[in-house]
């Protein structure tokens, strides 16, 4: 993926080159035909007086000059915009090279027919888009998809998005009402969250300057107190900014509490810490699920070709299972994944891994295997063993 995004950039580089040094070459030239036509202008008006009478055909003898000159310069850049032309054809056929649009071939058009599976699909759709404050665009797919979805789900979401919306316009009140109605889940998660929120309102204040002296006094009163123990030195510093009040903190060794960069800051505490008292991951299963999909896809299509030239295509055959290790990163793992040590396979919904009594694991299709009548032989230890004490087990 990154070598194509490359090598379609390099192309338009090319273009973008092209385009800058035509541009600085066409504005020499115009500025040197304008120069021309503005000669021309002078030696006219200079020839027509009295004493130096202009013959007609001197006079379309100049004029002809300088219309075959504009003639000239005008089919010049015309040929050079042409030139340009084929080196933007180059970057589509770099695009079409670098970037494979068929992906037909790995898809799997049953999948959506099975069971409620099409369903599940519009609801994991909806709580992406009311994840994204889009309530609008879920409500209409829930009633063209005819899904049914509880109410009180949505609710949180759509509070979420217009505190969200609040902040992104610079309004922390909602917030800072929220973070006052949750503050004890907050403190159990170890959150600083309704503390910045009034440290940003402090800085907010800061930025009036002398005529909030008084209010900021008041507010540092009324709300810092309760963070006195926790954030003193965070407070010390707050009101050490006090002191440049007057003389505009955006000169001060303060300059820094006035960067913008706070707001996206707090955007995204919010969005952490309302996710976390939802129970819900940050990022919507949607855009996970989509993002790992991008990272394994080019792999996906490889091995699926080398599967079908070497003609071998009993190879992968099951759905669970990948036929090669694709990593996604760190970001995509949530849970450990489990390798039967006898099957070598890893397991699945249809071959869990149990745990045997002595504490060894093994899948279940091994531990079938492995029983004899109503005695199983641990591989590892080997404890004799009842196989229907073994226990199934969930990552
Ligand atoms: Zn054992």
């Given at each position: 993926m990154a070598t194509s995004v490359e090598n379609v950039e390099r192309e338009t580089d090319k273009v973008m080159h092209k385009l800058q040094e035509l541009s600085k070459h066409r504005e020499q030239t115009l500025s040197d035909l304008i120069q021309q036509i503005e000669n021309y202008q002078q030696d006219l008006s200079m020839l027509t007086s009295p004493e130096n009478e202009l013959t007609e055909i001197q006079r379309d003898l100049l004029l002809d000059n300088v219309i075959k000159k504009c003639r000239n310069t005008l089919n010049q850049f015309s040929a050079e915009h042409r030139d340009i032309h084929s080196s933007v054809s180059r970057v589509g056929k770099a695009i079409d090279k670098n970037f494979i649009s068929d992906y037909i071939c790995i898809g799997n058009e049953n999948l959506f027919e099975e069971g409620d599976n099409s369903a599940t699909f519009n609801k994991v759709i909806v709580e992406h888009f009311l994840r994204q404050g889009k309530s609008d665009i879920a409500e209409r797919l829930i009633q063209e998809a005819k899904l049914d979805i509880d109410t009180k789900a949505k609710v949180p979401y759509i509070k979420m998005n217009k505190i969200l919306d609040a902040l992104k316009g610079r309004n922390l009140e909602p917030a800072l009402e929220w973070a006052k109605t949750h503050r004890e889940e907050l403190l159990k998660n170890n959150s600083n969250f309704e503390f910045k929120l009034h440290r940003l309102q402090f800085i907010e204040l800061l930025r009036g300057g002398m005529k909030n002296q008084l209010q900021l006094i008041m507010y540092s009163r009324t709300y810092f107190t309760q963070f006195a123990d926790k954030y003193s030195s965070e407070i010390q510093v707050l009101m050490g900014s006090l002191m440049y009040l007057k003389s505009g903190?955006?000169?001060?060794?303060?300059?820094?509490?006035?960067?913008?960069n706070n707001w996206t800051e707090i955007c995204n505490m919010f969005t952490k810490e309302a996710c976390s008292l939802l129970e819900v991951?940050?990022?919507s299963p949607l855009s996970v699920t989509f993002n790992a999909g991008c990272i394994a896809l080019p792999a996906l299509i490889n091995i699926k070709q080398a599967i079908q030239q070497r003609h071998v295509?009993?190879?992968?055959?099951?759905?669970?299972?990948?036929?090669i290790e694709i990593?996604?990163?760190?970001?995509?793992?949530?849970h450990s994944i489990f390798a039967c040590p006898i099957l070598r396979q890893q397991s699945s919904d249809n071959n869990p891994p149990m745990k045997l009594q002595c504490g060894h694991v093994i899948s279940r299709d091994a531990l079938n295997k492995l029983t004899n009548g109503s005695k199983l032989k641990c591989p590892y230890c080997p404890v004799e063993q009842n196989p229907a004490d073994a226990r199934l087990i969930y990552f």
């Open positions: 903190l955006e000169h001060s060794p303060y300059a820094y509490l006035l960067d913008p991951s940050v990022e295509q009993g190879v992968w055959s099951s759905r669970d299972e990948l036929p990593d996604v990163s760190r970001k995509c793992h949530y």
